[in-house]
Every structure is written in structure tokens, then in C-alpha cells.
């Protein structure tokens, strides 16, 4: 559950989040970020001559002044404008081919899947996209695999539900992050899901 603010040379205001890892590199000419995995937030401080990059393993992120939210998550890769504009464009996978470069307005998010097939874009509340930040992940019509990889990155107790029927069912809800206890008993309401063991490393969901 940890996060950590960092400010750049230059003034930007990166905050990261849980289990996230990044290399900078800023020259005379240019500011890189390279989000090796995880999410962070960047509040880009203003050089019009320099411009701040950040790249994931498909994405890259061009703003000058802005702020901005880049999750590299195993099944999908997201940008969420906050405010100001930035341009974004696939770098691997399907959508790279069609080399596009987009112009996200505030409130936009843009995204990519794991193959790198283009998911497009689409309006969220930005107080959701941000709530990590306040201590609270909000999960939004997931399937129920990509919402437990969200939600076992803040813990040390994985919550796993082994039932492949079960993976494409959807699930939305804001949890308090860590609280392994209260997300596991949410999901056995709300799947008809028993605890059948439990560890330090993993609590296992199953059906009754």
C-alpha cells in the first residue's frame, strides 16, 4: 500500500504508486520517464522547449506542462488526462501500426490492451482514476481477473478465486486499500463464493 512522492530536477511532481518502478533521464533537450510497471501520477512542471516524455512498454506520453495519469498494468495500459492537454500514441503491439497520435482532453482516458490492441477512448471521473492517491482503488465494470490483480497489488495476502467460469464476470466497487478482509467477503457476497483455505501469502475464494 505504500506510495512516494518524488520531484524531478525540473520541478515535476511524480507520485507513485504501489509496486511501481521507473527510470528518468533528462538531458538538455528532453525529459524521460520510462514506467517500467505499476501507475503514477505527474504534474509536469512547465519548459515549452523541453518536452516531458514518458513511456511504457506500448505507450508514449508527450506533455509540456499538464497533469497526468499513466497506469502499466498487466491487462492494459492507460493514460487519464487530469488537466492541460497531452499526446499519446501506441508504441508496440496492433495499434502501433496505425501510428496515431491523439490529443486527450481533461477527464479522457486512453488505453491499450496487453496484446497492444487499441481499446480507444473514453470519459471518467477523474476523482476515481485518482483515488489511489487517497487510499482507496475504485474498480469500474472490470472482469473479475483484471480486479483482483488490481486489488492483490496492495497487499501482501493475495485474495484468489480459481474458477475460470468466474474470470469474465464483472465487478465494480471502491475498497479501502490492503483491506484484504472486507474485499474478500465482498467477493464471496457478491460471486456466492466460500473461503475454502487461508494463509499469510493467500485467501481462496471458491463457490458453495
Known amino acids: 500500500g505504500e506510495t512516494r512522492e518524488v520531484v524531478l530536477d525540473d ?18 533537450t528532453a525529459r524521460d520517464v520510462e514506467l517500467l510497471q ?34 502499466a498494468l498487466p491487462a492494459r495500459t492507460t493514460v487519464t488526462l ?12 496492433a495499434a502501433a501500426r496505425d501510428s496515431r497520435v491523439e490529443i486527450l482532453t481533461p477527464g479522457q482516458q486512453w488505453a491499450v490492451d496487453a496484446t497492444g490492441q487499441l481499446l ?3 470519459e471518467v471521473k477523474i476523482a476515481d482514476v485518482t483515488a489511489w492517491q487517497r487510499g482507496n482503488v475504485v474498480i469500474d465494470d472490470a472482469p473479475l481477473e483484471e480486479a ?47 473461503e475454502s483455505s487461508r494463509s499469510e501469502a493467500e485467501i481462496v475464494l471458491e463457490r458453495d
Open 148 to 194: 483482483l490483480g488490481i486489488i492483490n497489488r496492495y497487499s501482501n495476502t493475495r485474495i484468489v478465486v480459481r474458477d475460470p467460469a468466474l474470470q469474465e464476470r464483472h465487478v465494480s466497487g471502491t475498497f479501502r486499500i490492503g483491506d484484504v478482509e472486507t474485499e474478500a467477503v465482498v467477493l464471496e457476497h457478491y460471486f456466492g463464493l466460500k
Open 82 to 93: 487530469i488537466e492541460g492537454r497531452v499526446r499519446v500514441r501506441a508504441i508496440s503491439g
Open 120 to 122: 480507444g477512448e473514453k
Open 11 to 28: 520541478g515535476t511532481r511524480m507520485l507513485l504508486d504501489t509496486g511501481s518502478r521507473v527510470n528518468v533521464a533528462f538531458s538538455a
Open 38 to 71: 505499476g501507475q503514477a501520477h505527474f504534474e509536469v512542471a512547465h519548459e515549452a522547449q523541453r518536452p516531458f516524455r514518458v513511456h511504457t512498454a506500448s505507450v508514449e506520453v508527450v506533455a509540456v506542462g499538464t497533469a497526468f495519469d499513466v497506469a
